[in-house]
Nanobody, 130 residues
């Protein structure tokens, strides 16, 4: 089993930045793909970014093909801390959502599809004030 715990969500002013963290525990060696998704109130869950790791043949970072998000999100991994971070800069009110970390024990090809992710965190709330 893999456990995911998100943190870092808070109220932030428009134009500011924040970093969300996803602490990975349990069978961490089995994790091959980690993704960040978000869900605003009354909307469907939305893909934000993903990271494939472990094997250099499959490693890479991927981002949502969205004009609203492009260039503002950075996903990265801190191997020493078993943590996946999502940095958001120049936040906008439309970034307000619960942000979820998800993990798969497969090298996912279609990283933006939430269905194959086997493990999910409880989410962390980000609220952007104008």
């Amino acid at each position: 089993q893999v456990q995911l715990v998100e943190s870092g969500g808070r109220v932030v002013q428009t134009g500011g930045s924040l970093t969300l963290s996803c602490a990975v525990s349990g069978r961490t060696f089995s994790v091959k793909t980690v993704g960040w998704f978000r869900q605003a109130s009354g909307t469907e869950r939305e893909y934000v970014a993903a990271l494939r790791e472990s094997d250099p043949k499959y490693a890479g970072t991927y981002y949502a093909d969205s004009d609203a998000m492009r260039g503002r999100f950075t996903i990265s991994r801190d191997a020493a801390k078993n943590t996946i971070t999502l940095r958001i800069k120049q936040v906008k009110p439309e970034d307000t959502a619960v942000y979820y970390c998800a993990a798969s024990d497969q090298y996912l090809i279609i990283v933006e599809d939430s269905a194959p992710y086997k493990y999910w965190g409880q989410g962390t709330q980000v609220t952007v004030s104008s």
